[in-house]
């Protein structure tokens, strides 16, 4: 039996080639646009790239990590959790975050692409 390699962060949004591209409805657009809002917030993409890096992050660690109150955080957190964005799990008193879908990864990793890119070119 052939085992395929696990994908890469990246490889699970990869962009349609133009002819491939449908027109967006504007159903979808509003829900791309809901999605956008969560996670255009810096705090929250702070933590979502905190999380990525770790794996695994409780409430204390992530607050440390992102320099804000575990108060501010767990608010922040049920916001993508309700989105279905991270997951929990209770650990003895302690509650840990996953991120659930490696897309998420991958937008801040092309908002970084795009904001690289965007400084190497003349203004």
Do not use: W
Request: glycine fraction near 4%; proline fraction near 7%; aromatic fraction near 4%.
């Amino acid at each position: 039996m052939h085992e395929q390699a696990p994908a890469s962060p990246l490889s699970c949004c990869q962009p349609l080639a133009a002819p491939q591209r449908p027109p967006l409805s504007e159903d979808v657009a509003v829900a791309m646009e809901h999605l956008f809002k969560i996670v255009a917030n810096a705090t929250r993409l702070r933590m979502i790239n905190a999380i990525a890096a770790q794996g695994e992050i409780c409430v204390t660690d992530l607050a440390a990590a992102v320099g804000t109150t575990p108060q501010v955080v767990s608010n922040q957190l049920q916001r993508l959790v309700d989105r279905g964005m991270l997951a929990s799990h209770r650990r003895g008193s302690r509650i840990f975050y996953r991120v659930l879908n490696p897309c998420l990864v991958a937008l801040l990793d092309y908002g970084q692409c795009i904001l690289n890119s965007s400084a190497d070119e003349p203004k």
